[in-house]
């Protein structure tokens, strides 16, 4: 099981904001930056948030990320349907000789 | 623009070998900057990380680390003449029923990150 620990969902309506939280510890959160992917179904995993809170070029100002001791957040704001995905966030871990670990997943749903 | 597509088998009977090949495109697996990693996806595990290879000119030489869920029955080599890279898993029984992925990793001077992802292989492991 996934050492990183984030909520099955989050839900909200078109032009409200939704945080996703990712819980994780000293070896690997607290140590290491963390990197947010947004997943549409079939598709593979796309790059948000890296760094903690850098955005790649082409990511929209409506995603940020931050980070707080051994926890890390992703917040979407003016939600969109097109934002309508699973979320997950990753980062090495120090632990077990290293290791990239994912959080286990966050569904967002445009009400 | 870097590609990678991946083939393989999408059937494997449980304690053969899984193996998949990744070829690349627009970036070369002999790359000093970059490596090269198999990530799988599967209901039951969420994301995981397998493991990854990669080449350091500076000390003219081929590394491959692994995951500790799977180490033991994992290797994954590259294979420069073609520009490619390859995944084996050897005994492989129905938890290894997945979706894998071949994935290259970047660093950068803010952070580093998984930014070319295959098209993604359902490999199904079952009699």
């Known amino acids: 099981q996934s050492v990183l620990t984030q909520p099955p969902s989050e839900s909200g309506t078109p032009g409200q904001g939704v945080t996703i939280s990712c819980s994780g510890s000293?070896?690997?959160?607290?140590?290491?930056?963390v990197n947010w992917y947004q997943q549409l179904p079939g598709t593979a995993p796309k790059l948000l948030i890296y760094?903690?809170?850098q955005r790649p070029s082409g990511v929209p100002e409506r995603f940020s990320g931050s980070k707080s001791g051994t926890s890390a957040s992703l917040a979407i704001s003016g939600l969109r349907s097109e934002d309508e995905a699973d979320y997950y966030c990753v980062v090495w871990d120090d632990s077990l000789n290293g290791r990239y670990v994912f959080g286990t997943g966050t569904k967002v749903t445009v009400l | 623009q870097v590609q990678l597509q991946q083939s393989g088998p999408g059937l494997v009977k449980p304690s053969q070998t899984l193996s998949l090949t990744c070829a690349i495109s627009?970036?070369?697996?002999?790359?000093?900057?970059?490596?090269w990693n198999w990530i799988r996806q599967s209901p039951s595990r969420g994301l995981e990380w397998l493991g990854r290879t990669y080449y350091r000119s500076k000390l003219s030489r081929w590394y491959s680390d692994y995951a500790a869920s799977v180490k033991g029955r994992i290797t994954i080599n590259p294979e420069t003449s073609q520009n490619q890279f390859f995944l084996q898993l050897n005994s492989v029984t129905p938890e290894d029923t997945a979706v894998y992925y071949c994935?290259?990793?970047?660093?950068?001077?803010?952070?580093?990150?998984?930014?070319?992802w295959g098209q993604g292989t359902l490999v199904t492991v079952s009699s």
């Open positions: 627009g970036d070369s697996v002999s790359s000093s900057i970059v490596t």
């Open positions: 760094g903690d809170h």
């Open positions: 000293s070896s690997n959160i607290g140590s290491n930056t």
């Open positions: 994935v290259r990793y970047v660093a950068v001077r803010t952070g580093w990150y998984f930014d070319y």
